[in-house]
């Protein structure tokens, strides 16, 4: 959980070569999340507000702070070539507040943000630990409109698709963007909800791998030492009744 006043300084965004579309080329399933029950996301209370689930989501509910919560689980980790994607709705407050999936790696030292809002609006954002634990904000897509993000309380399935150092993000499987990252292996996958009062409910978190499968050693033959393709010729087999006694 990270309960911290996000920066939102200007900057160009990042261009990359586009990635396959969620929608026809996700991968190998690794992981599946439909927030039935508890598969080791944090829940609890504090000033800030309160996390928990009900009726197959995973919410999010936080009091006018202007803080970020952000939830991580470890089981969703240690990913390279990947695609993953979660249905997520505003239950009640502001429009444009944002909410959406984080990307964690570097030990921790780097999170890649990609947040939508109930009022059609996206944005990407990457934060940097540096030295002294001095977080450094840095927008890499600044906040635009996109036709193809429903609004209200209206579920949006989100998604990213990550190739090399190619990435892009989706909204109810129809790229936003696309830019370049770090290649490094993405430690954890976080979800994650802004303040000022924001109620938002996550649900069906899926992580597909789109690596392809290690390929299994030859097996060596060795030296043949006996054959028998069985052309009639009796080469030493025999019958026994005993075999055959109940």
């Known amino acids: 959980r990270v309960p911290r006043q996000p920066k ?14 969620l929608a026809t080329d996700k991968g190998r399933l690794l992981y599946d999340d439909d927030f039935s029950s508890d598969l080791g996301w944090w829940v609890g209370q504090a000033t800030w507000g309160r996390v928990y689930f009900q009726d197959g989501k995973y919410h999010v509910e936080l009091v006018d702070t202007g803080m970020i919560f952000g939830a991580g689980n470890r089981a969703a980790k240690n990913l390279a070539d990947f695609s993953l994607e979660v249905e997520v709705a505003r239950v009640s407050g502001p429009l444009d507040e944002m909410y959406g999936l984080v990307l964690e790696w570097g030990g921790g030292r780097v999170r890649l943000f990609f947040e939508i809002a109930a009022n059609g609006y996206y944005t990407i954002w990457r934060e940097t630990k540096g030295e002294g634990d001095r977080w450094t904000t840095d927008n890499l897509v600044d906040r635009n409109p996109s036709p193809f993000i429903r609004q209200g309380t209206a579920s949006n399935r989100l998604g990213i698709a990550r190739t090399g150092s190619a990435l892009a993000v989706y909204a109810n499987d129809q790229m936003l963007s696309a830019l370049t990252i770090s290649p490094d292996v993405i430690e954890t996958v976080w979800l994650a ?3 000022r ?11 597909y791998s789109r690596s392809p499968l290690p390929q299994a050693p030859a097996i060596p033959q060795g030296m043949l030492v006996c054959e028998d393709d069985f052309d009639g010729c009796n080469r030493g087999w025999g019958f026994s009744a ?5």
Do not use: K, Q, T, Y
Request: glycine fraction near 10%.
């Open 242 to 246: 005993d075999a055959w006694r109940a």
């Open 197 to 207: 009062g924001a109620h938002v409910a996550f649900d069906w978190l899926r992580i």
């Open 8 to 21: 939102m300084p200007n900057a160009r965004p990042v261009i990359a070569p586009l990635v396959s579309a």
């Open 193 to 195: 909800a802004g303040g």
